[in-house]
């Protein structure tokens, strides 16, 4: 059993899908992150960075329970423990890390800087949200000509790549693009959403999240308490 200590947001949908796609038996935990959950002792045990999701595998690679943090790493653990997800051939291995290192240091930070500025800036900054929502076309850009001519982000399978990318390419609105600009990344995106084990995915913890953030979730978002030294 896989403990997951989560919240519904794009970094906790890709463990929620790629457990679902895995069939693997997980309990999940939310970690409400409007409500500060994710600076108590008990989670930052799991988590040092105070970031969703973590889990914990009672049955670890030695037999023993293991705790692993960041979302890429995650997906790469339960991949391997699995063998599903990530090719064994070495080319299209890398491919796949090439592509999930892409969303981890590109596509999840650039996206994200372009929906705060554009939905939870106190104030409006034109520049910021000039500047990522450009990055955001171009990130998606760079995605659709990879589709172009590939099923798949990396390779000819789906893999740990695509569900890394995709919770990210949902909230497409709130990062001012639209899929009809990117008709191969939009086919790619169509195919995934339409996958049983995404649905699952992306519906867990989905009734706990509010509409809309009020002011003490934001200041436990984006406001002084997350710069506290614990």
């Known amino acids: 059993m896989i403990d997951v200590y989560s919240w519904?947001?794009?970094?906790?949908?890709k463990v929620h899908i790629a457990l679902e796609e895995l069939g693997l038996d997980y309990t999940v935990h939310?970690?409400?992150i409007g409500q500060g959950?994710?600076?108590?002792?008990?989670?930052?045990?799991?988590?040092?960075?105070n970031k969703i999701p973590a889990i914990v595998d009672a049955q670890g690679p030695d037999g023993d329970p293991i705790s692993v943090f960041e979302s890429g790493a995650i997906l790469m653990y339960l991949a391997e423990k699995t063998g599903m997800l990530l090719p064994t051939e070495p080319r299209a291995r890398y491919n796949t890390l090439e592509w999930l290192m892409f969303q981890m240091g590109g596509l999840g930070p650039m996206l994200g800087q372009a929906h705060h500025f554009r939905q939870y800036a106190p104030e409006r900054i034109d520049y910021g949200?000039?500047?990522?929502?450009?990055?955001?076309s171009?990130?998606?850009?760079?995605?659709d000509r990879r589709l172009a001519d590939h099923e798949w982000l990396a390779?000819?399978?789906?893999?740990?790549?695509?569900?890394a990318s995709y919770p990210w390419i949902r909230p497409h609105d709130n990062q001012g693009q639209s899929l009809t600009d990117y008709p191969h990344l939009k086919r790619w995106y169509d195919a995934i959403s339409e996958r049983p084990a995404v649905q699952r995915g992306v519906a867990?913890?989905?009734?706990?999240?509010p509409a809309q953030l009020d002011d003490a979730a934001k200041e436990q978002l984006f406001g002084a308490s997350q710069y506290q030294r614990r």
């Open 155 to 163: 390779a000819d399978t789906y893999t740990i790549a695509d569900i």
């Open 204 to 209: 867990v913890l989905a009734d706990s999240r």
């Open 37 to 49: 959950d994710q600076f108590t002792e008990d989670f930052l045990a799991i988590s040092p960075n």
């Open 8 to 13: 519904p947001t794009p970094n906790g949908h």
């Open 30 to 32: 939310g970690i409400n």
């Open 129 to 136: 949200i000039n500047r990522y929502t450009q990055e955001a």
């Open 138 to 143: 171009r990130l998606y850009a760079v995605m």
